[in-house]
C-alpha cells in the first residue's frame, strides 16, 4: 500500500481507511490483486487530475472542475463517493461499467462485478468518517484505561491501609 499511499492520501484517506478499503475490495473478491485494487484509487486520481475523466463525469451530469477542486482541497474520497452515487443512477449495466472504467481506470474493466465495486466507491467518504470515530473510540478506551488504573491504584493504597489499620486494631 506504500505505492498507493499518495494516491490514497490526495483522496483524504489516510493508511488505515486505505487499507480497510483496499481490503474489502479483496474481501469481496473484486479484483485478483491486491494491486490491482489500489491501482484504481491512482488511476481514478490521475484521470479526475489530467481530465481525462472530464466527458464521462459530464455524462453523469457532475462538473469535472468541481471535482478536481474537492480533490485538491483534500476531499477526494468525497468527490469518489459523488461519482459512484452518481454511477448507480445509470440504468444501463454496460454504460454504467463503461464509464466507471473511463471515470476509475482500465483495472475497472477487471472487476468482477462493476456494481459491486461502484457500491463500495460510493462509500469511500464513510470510510474515512468510519476511520475517524474508530481512531476516537480508541483514545477514549486508552483514557479510559489510564482511569482505571489510577482508579485500581487508589483501590490498592487505600486497601492497604484499612488491611493495615485493622491489624493494628486486632
Do not use: C, H, Y
Amino acid at each position: 500500500t506504500n505505492e498507493f499511499s499518495t494516491a490514497l492520501a490526495a483522496l483524504g484517506i489516510d493508511g488505515p481507511q486505505g487499507i480497510d478499503l483496499i481490503g474489502q475490495a479483496i474481501e469481496m473478491k473484486l479484483f485478483p490483486q491486491i494491486d490491482q485494487a489500489g491501482e484504481v484509487f491512482e488511476e481514478f486520481r490521475e484521470a479526475l487530475v489530467s481530465g481525462g475523466s472530464a466527458d464521462a463525469l459530464e455524462q453523469l451530469g457532475l462538473e469535472a472542475k468541481a471535482l478536481q477542486d474537492a480533490l485538491a482541497e483534500g476531499r477526494g474520497a468525497e468527490a469518489m463517493a459523488t461519482i459512484a452515487r452518481s454511477l448507480q443512477e445509470v440504468e444501463d449495466p454496460a454504460r454504467r461499467a463503461a464509464l466507471a472504467a473511463e471515470i476509475f481506470g482500465g483495472n475497472m474493466l477487471l472487476v468482477s462485478d462493476p456494481d459491486l465495486a461502484i457500491g463500495l466507491f460510493a462509500q469511500a467518504d464513510g470510510v474515512k468518517a468510519v476511520g475517524n470515530e474508530l481512531q476516537k473510540a480508541s483514545e477514549q478506551m486508552a483514557d479510559s484505561r489510564t482511569n482505571l488504573e489510577g482508579l485500581q491504584r487508589g483501590a490498592e493504597s487505600a486497601g492497604g491501609a484499612f488491611a493495615g489499620a485493622l491489624n493494628d486494631a486486632v
